[in-house]
């Protein structure tokens, strides 16, 4: 998925396809002016890139997401994890919660979470 890392800017762009999709690229082009300030080329040139990489896709003029917002955060945080902390998610919760303390709620969500998995769902 390495291919399919974001930059801020494009970060944004996906963004507004992920909330309006599926979107007309005409439409498109009309919100990125608003939102992003771009140019119809600019727009498309950011849109065709995005769709080589297998995140989006351009077909007969309307864009859809070929990965969900979801399925690309998950699969980003998975290759930070395994680039950082050598696919060690202890080593990542040790090193976050070092820093900032997790809140009751947030300790009772994460125990769910595991009592799930543990669980099989």
Do not use: H
């Amino acid at each position: 998925m390495e291919d399919k890392k974001l930059g801020a800017v494009e970060a944004r762009f996906a963004d507004l396809i992920w909330d309006n999709a599926p979107i007309n690229s005409t439409a498109l082009v009309r919100l990125c002016a608003k939102e992003l300030d771009w140019k119809k080329s600019t727009t498309y040139t950011v849109l065709k890139k995005l769709c080589e990489r297998g995140i989006f896709q351009n077909v007969d003029g309307t864009v859809t997401a070929l990965v969900s917002r979801e399925d690309f955060a998950a699969a980003q945080s998975e290759r930070f994890v395994e680039e950082t902390f050598a696919g060690s998610l202890p080593a990542f919760l040790a090193a976050f919660t070092s820093r900032k303390p997790l809140s009751s709620g947030e300790v009772d969500e994460i125990q769910r979470m595991i009592d799930a998995y543990r669980e099989g769902k």
